[in-house]
């Protein structure tokens, strides 16, 4: 285990004196060493450096899963730039607002993405922009082979573990992406963590879904890296390809989202599908439904199951452990190693067994807040009176999620501050409403929200998107049968077309409850016309 590294391109070269002729990355056909990474990383370091790149500078990374990608983020950390990645289906809007707002002096990119910078023009800040293939014939592009020419004579630039390695964007489906700042302290003091609790090996074969430009996806490739394991990338993220993907490589783990899983155990119920490789499979990014939870140790024996729970604002927060997941099915558990969670009633206290609160996270992983956005950041990341006595006026990350303390000490996750529904007196998390509706058997995806009421404050409506021969009145009168009254949803709006996802993998709520309230008010609208 690389124990010395302490910037994020350490954890990749820490790797070449004790295993540089092993894979380090598989993508499909073909495959690289970890010294052959690092003979690319020079060449691009030294273009970088050839092109007036500085220590500090923002360099955008905007490629698919791949070899490239890769190559690219380690070297633009060997010559102590940020790296800025940015999730290969974000539009060129979003491209154009992230390379403004984060002032990037350089772009890589794909050949389809260059051709039509080509047609709208460079971001003001950006001088050069490299395609991942053959660059268009314009100024300020060029090819990966020019990179690649470039004389091998950089050393690393020496950076600070304090000071700042890369800018995640978050998906914007809020307002306007907000770019969370990760030092090399936070990223490495991450991959530390995550592959102590999941006793990671450097036998390891990890399946990467995730983007890269997501915390989550992130910490697959730093915990390889870490423990000098293996990195299998898989290109497309659909069940099938994953469950083939695993038993082709000899995959040891796997990482992703509820809907992802959703689909995974849907597909291995229908299908059983022997996987003696497979050792650990995690989830995070979200609660998977209790039904899909029940089916997970039938369609993966044998397997250790990690529930966990992050933000990118504190990278890593919790988990639980893989001998609990039978007892305490659902839930988040408990910090991770070298991190402290707090759960607090604001203006009371510490929240007690049985009593719920805002999750707190402490310690190393906080991040340095977000880019340029001081006032956000202040919001974020802030001291908290309830913890005066104990930790003074250091400052936590302030999660916006309302988790429940069980006995235990074990975190279950209630729901987003912003999103708790508050109907007939009772307050109600969407995600007690989403598990029961997905127990029905009836729904792929669903979604729950509130809608004022002038009687009842708010009442409960659902977005579902319904499996084969799904009948409405079946899924009301399977409600009625298993929720209380405040619960059972008044409206039930069904999507036969895909879900919204977010780049990450995570349906997008925001748009999904947007797009229900707007075709509410149209049915109300047009009521009212024919009442008229």
């Known amino acids: 285990m690389n124990a010395v590294s302490t910037t994020f391109y350490q954890l990749f070269a820490d790797n070449l004196s004790v295993r540089p002729g092993k894979h380090a990355f598989i993508d499909g056909e073909k495959s690289a060493t ?20 500085l220590p500090g500078d923002r360099i955008i990374i905007k490629l698919r899963k791949s070899i490239p990608e890769v190559v690219a983020m380690f070297a633009a950390s060997k010559v102590g730039a940020v790296v800025v990645n940015v ?32 047609l709208r023009g460079l971001p003001y ?26 004389q091998q004579r950089t050393q690393e630039v020496t950076r600070l573990d304090t000071e700042l390695a890369m800018i995640l964007y978050t998906s914007g489906s809020t307002g306007k992406p907000k770019g969370v700042m990760l030092s090399h302290r936070n990223i490495v003091t991450g991959a530390r963590s995550v592959a102590r609790y999941l006793q990671l090996r450097e036998d390891e074969r990890l399946l990467s879904v995730l983007p890269y430009s997501f915390d989550y996806g992130l910490n697959q490739l730093t915990t390889m890296m870490l423990v000098g394991g293996t990195v299998v990338h898989q290109a497309v993220a659909m069940a099938a390809e994953i469950v083939a993907s695993i038993q082709r490589y000899a ?13 995974i155990v849907r597909l291995l119920d229908a299908k059983p599908t022997a996987m003696p490789s497979l050792r650990r ?13 029940e089916r997970i140790p039938v369609v993966f024996p044998q397997v250790d199951v990690y529930l966990m729970y992050g933000l990118t604002e504190a990278f890593r927060s919790t988990y639980l452990p893989p001998e609990k997941f039978k007892s305490k099915m659902g839930s988040i558990g408990q910090a991770i190693p070298g991190a402290e969670v707090y759960v607090i009633k604001h203006g009371v206290g510490v929240a007690g067994p049985g009593e719920e609160g805002e999750l707190i996270h402490r310690g190393p992983l906080v991040s340095m807040g977000y880019w340029e956005r001081q006032e956000a950041t202040r919001e974020k990341i802030r001291t908290c009176p309830e913890l005066a006595d104990q930790i003074g006026d250091e400052l936590v990350a302030y999660s916006g999620d309302i988790v429940r303390v069980d006995a235990d000490g074990d975190l279950w996750f209630v729901g987003r501050n912003d999103a708790m529904i508050k109907t007939s007196g009772f307050r109600l998390g969407p995600d007690e409403v989403e598990d029961l ?10 979604v729950a929200f509130g809608v004022g009421d002038d009687d009842l404050g708010e009442v409960v409506h659902v977005a579902v998107s319904p499996l084969v021969d799904f009948d409405e009145l079946a899924l009301l009168q399977y409600c009625r049968r298993t929720m209380p009254h405040y619960m059972i949803p008044r409206m039930i709006h069904t999507w036969h077309e895909s879900m919204p996802r977010t780049s990450s993998g995570k349906l997008s709520r925001p748009d999904i409850i947007r797009t229900s309230r707007e075709s509410l008010a149209k049915a109300k609208t047009q009521r009212g016309l024919e009442l008229n």
């Open 281 to 293: 499979i995690t989830n995070s990014g979200g609660k998977i439904p209790l039904n899909i939870l």
């Open 87 to 118: 999730n290969v289906q974000w539009t060129g809007e979003q491209l154009q607002y992230v390379a403004d707002d984060c002032k990037a002096k350089l772009m890589i990119v794909e050949p389809r993405t260059a051709q039509a910078l080509v």
């Open 251 to 263: 995959v040891t783990g796997v990482a992703a989202v509820p809907p992802l899983w959703s689909q």
């Open 437 to 446: 509706i997905s127990r029905s058997g009836l729904v792929s995806d669903v």
């Open 125 to 150: 800040s950006v001088t050069r922009t490299l395609v991942a293939g053959v660059a268009p014939d314009a100024d300020q592009f060029d090819d990966w082979q020019v990179a690649m020419k470039a």
């Open 34 to 53: 970890y010294e052959e990474i690092e003979s690319e990383v020079a060449h691009l370091a030294a273009y970088l450096q050839q092109q007036g790149v």
